[in-house]
């Protein structure tokens, strides 16, 4: 028996709970894994408080993110004892996820544990940490460099967002931080920002065109925030989107695209194929100090995730939750 937060729904209710269940009730896979800690996600919690039509199968464990230990494998890439991370893949959302003891999973979706990183540390980078530094790959492939000026970080004190902002800042940039969060200005600054911006400076409609400011943008939260960032860029910079905690709108103009040559690169991390996630997890590793990894965790136990799934959908969270699925 193990212990995981399974989603049920029928036509009179939905339930998130915390439930016993036998590993026979895992689901087809060739990789089964014990798995040591999960987090929250923005998905997640969509999925946990049942505020957005992200599960697709009932009943459902949720949890597209984890990392752990392999107990059996028939795949050939996997054995016994291989420590491993899972992010995406439709897990927590058409296959049982990862906040659960167990999982059982396809081995063509897990990567390996890099070299010097904990599963506690994996999962405080999580698949927002991870996102975050595809975007920031997708940058220095589309040749901004620290050179060619400022880079903009939108969501900052988010999962995305925070992790974007040390990995920029180690990287050499200057980076500018955008939040909602004016308190958690001198947190950013530690973290590698060289300035704080509020996000109302983003978030309400703008012109089509602006005063360029941005090399490179990183961008979580869409909607306006997104056109600004556009409308503010550079000639030839680059803005990677990811996310759209401000909506999924798009109410911009193609004035920055034709007039200045920004290029606008959408970043997924659910898909994304093996060669791209290993070199993010491997620089990842690289680039993020422990120490760095630490201040963006809050631990917290299998149930509280739960509990604390409201405050992701709030922005009540700064940095990432780390599940500890044992606890």
């Known amino acids: 028996m193990f212990k995981a937060i399974t989603l049920t729904k029928d036509p009179d209710a939905f339930a998130a709970r915390v439930a016993q269940l036998d590993e026979s009730q895992l689901p087809e896979g060739d990789v089964t894994v014990r798995v040591a800690y999960s987090t929250v996600n923005y998905k997640d919690a969509l999925a946990i408080t049942n505020a957005s039509p992200v599960v697709r199968r009932w009943p459902m464990v949720a949890g597209i993110d984890g990392a752990g230990v392999v107990e059996v494998s028939s795949h050939p890439l996997w054995r016994v004892g291989d420590e491993v991370i899972l992010n995406g893949w439709g897990v927590g959302e058409t296959h049982w996820g990862c906040l659960s003891q167990r999982a059982r999973l396809s081995g063509d979706w897990l990567v390996r544990l890099p070299a010097g990183m904990g599963a506690r540390q994996a999962m405080a980078i999580g698949t927002a940490g991870y996102t975050a530094m595809l975007c920031a790959l997708a940058l220095a492939k589309q040749g901004v460099t620290r050179e060619l000026g400022d880079v903009l970080v939108t969501g900052a004190t988010g ?29 950013l600054k530690a973290l590698g920002a060289a300035e704080v911006i509020g996000r109302e400076t983003l978030s309400p409609p703008g012109k089509p065109l602006q005063k360029e400011r941005w090399a490179g943008v990183i961008d979580s939260v869409g909607s306006h925030t997104l056109a600004n960032a556009c409308a503010q860029s550079k000639y030839r910079g680059v803005v990677a989107a990811c996310g759209l905690a401000q909506g999924m709108d798009f109410p911009g103009s193609v004035a920055p695209f034709i007039l200045r040559g920004v290029r606008l690169i959408g970043v997924d991390s659910v898909m994304a194929p093996r060669t791209d996630r290993e ?24 149930a509280e995730a739960i509990a604390r799934a409201p405050d992701v959908l709030a922005a009540r969270i700064r940095g990432r939750l780390v599940v500890d699925v044992n606890a």
């Open 159 to 187: 999962g995305v967002g925070s992790i974007a902002v040390a990995i920029l800042a180690k990287w050499g940039f200057r980076v500018v931080a955008s939040t909602g969060k004016a308190a958690e200005a001198d947190w």
């Open 279 to 302: 070199e993010a997890w491997a620089r990842l590793a690289a680039d993020l100090a422990p120490a760095v990894v630490d201040s963006i965790a809050t631990p917290i136990g299998l």
